[in-house]
């Protein structure tokens, strides 16, 4: 047993722990301690029988110890090994991002282009829109501005590959508009007409009652005094001329405000913007700045 004791100890663990080693090394062991058989009846086989098993304890402490000092060696160089590694890999992704750079850049300089040439494209897309944003058709007057802007656009090599692709969405827009522009000169003159008769039939209906009160108070002239009369006349008269003076401001006013949204569209200002502008100063909400009606 000291034999096979002495050689555990001197043995080296990468040996010792192999799979195939162990169990015959532990065989041998067993041969060893169970060669004799000594008897337990006697002080001598007693003593006997002690020493073998503190000599199987002892290869067992000695085989453990060895096999706990191995592991702790080989996790400390596991743990150096994925150090290691951890530094080979942080090492290597910087220099894969310091080596690509340059292509990097070059990849965030072509995104860069072209976005702003699709949003060249987008926007003589929605030139040749006939509705803006909030769903309402577009005047035929800003449409006729849309065209004209359209062809004095020049579709240059700054558009790159993209520039065939700009000239189809260019034509394509000049081609929607100038088909649109009839039809849209129709729709607004009917929408006049339709006003124009709407404002006739106001007019008639406010005749008529102007003529019923002035029938009434005819008929009222022979059971009430001159100055009755008089009085339902003039009252008559101011309202007929208030409802007048109203009507006149407010086309007055409308058509101030189409006139001002008209010129500033002119100025390149969307419909929607200057409609809103318009329709902000009228409501005073712009200091300093008013429309004389």
Same mark, same amino acid.
């Given at each position: 047993?000291?034999?096979?004791?002495?050689?555990?100890?001197?043995?080296?663990?990468?040996?010792?722990?192999?799979?195939?080693?162990?169990?015959? +090394?532990?065989?041998?062991?067993?041969?060893?301690?169970?060669?004799?058989?000594?008897?337990?009846?006697?002080?001598?086989?007693?003593?006997?029988?002690?020493?073998?098993?503190?000599?199987?304890?002892?290869?067992?402490?000695?085989? &453990?110890?060895?096999?706990?000092?191995?592991?702790?060696?080989?996790?400390?160089?596991?743990?150096?090994?994925?150090?290691?590694?951890?530094?080979?890999?942080?090492?290597? &992704?910087?220099?894969?991002?310091?080596?690509?750079?340059?292509?990097?850049?070059?990849?965030?300089?072509?995104?860069?282009?072209?976005?702003?040439?699709? *949003?060249?494209? @987008?926007?003589?897309?929605?030139?040749?829109?006939?509705?803006?944003?909030?769903?309402?058709?577009?005047?035929? *007057?800003?449409?006729?501005?849309?065209?004209?802007?359209?062809?004095?656009?020049?579709?240059?090599?700054?558009?790159?590959?993209?520039? !065939?692709?700009?000239?189809?969405?260019?034509?394509?827009?000049?081609?929607?508009?100038?088909?649109?522009?009839?039809?849209?000169?129709?729709?607004?003159? !009917?929408?006049?007409?339709?006003?124009?008769?709407?404002?006739?039939? @106001? !007019?008639?209906?406010?005749?008529?009652?102007? @003529?019923?009160?002035?029938?009434?108070?005819?008929?009222?002239? &022979?059971?009430?005094?001159?100055?009755? +009369?008089?009085?339902?006349?003039?009252?008559?008269?101011?309202?007929? *001329?208030? @409802?007048?003076?109203?009507?006149?401001?407010?086309?007055?006013?409308?058509?101030?405000?189409?006139?001002?949204?008209?010129?500033?569209?002119?100025?390149?200002?969307?419909?929607?913007?200057?409609?809103?502008?318009?329709?902000?100063?009228?409501?005073?909400?712009?200091?300093?700045?008013?429309?004389?009606?």
């Amino acid at each position: 047993m000291k034999t096979e004791l002495e050689s555990i100890e001197k043995m080296a663990p990468i040996k010792l722990f192999k799979a195939k080693f162990m169990p015959t +090394l532990l065989k041998a062991i067993e041969i060893e301690a169970t060669a004799e058989i000594p008897d337990a009846e006697t002080v001598t086989g007693r003593k006997h029988i002690t020493s073998l098993a503190y000599k199987v304890a002892r290869s067992k402490t000695t085989i &453990d110890d060895l096999g706990k000092n191995f592991v702790a060696e080989q996790k400390a160089a596991i743990a150096n090994i994925d150090a290691v590694r951890k530094t080979a890999r942080d090492f290597l &992704d910087q220099l894969k991002i310091t080596v690509r750079q340059p292509l990097t850049d070059w990849e965030d300089v072509e995104t860069a282009r072209v976005e702003k040439i699709q *949003a060249k494209i @987008q926007v003589i897309k929605d030139l040749g829109a006939l509705i803006d944003d909030l769903g309402v058709r577009i005047p035929a *007057a800003t449409l006729d501005a849309y065209v004209e802007k359209l062809r004095y656009m020049k579709i240059t090599k700054i558009y790159g590959e993209y520039q !065939d692709e700009a000239i189809n969405a260019k034509n394509a827009a000049i081609a929607n508009l100038t088909e649109a522009v009839p039809a849209q000169e129709q729709r607004e003159f !009917d929408a006049r007409e339709n006003e124009r008769r709407a404002q006739e039939e @106001q !007019d008639n209906q406010r005749v008529e009652e102007e @003529q019923r009160i002035a029938r009434e108070a005819v008929e009222a002239a &022979d059971l009430e005094s001159t100055r009755e +009369l008089e009085e339902i006349q003039r009252k008559a008269a101011a309202e007929t *001329a208030k @409802q007048e003076a109203r009507d006149r401001d407010v086309k007055h006013r409308r058509r101030c405000n189409n006139e001002a949204v008209a010129d500033l569209i002119k100025l390149k200002v969307g419909d929607i913007l200057a409609k809103q502008i318009v329709a902000a100063i009228a409501k005073g909400k712009i200091t300093n700045i008013k429309i004389h009606y």
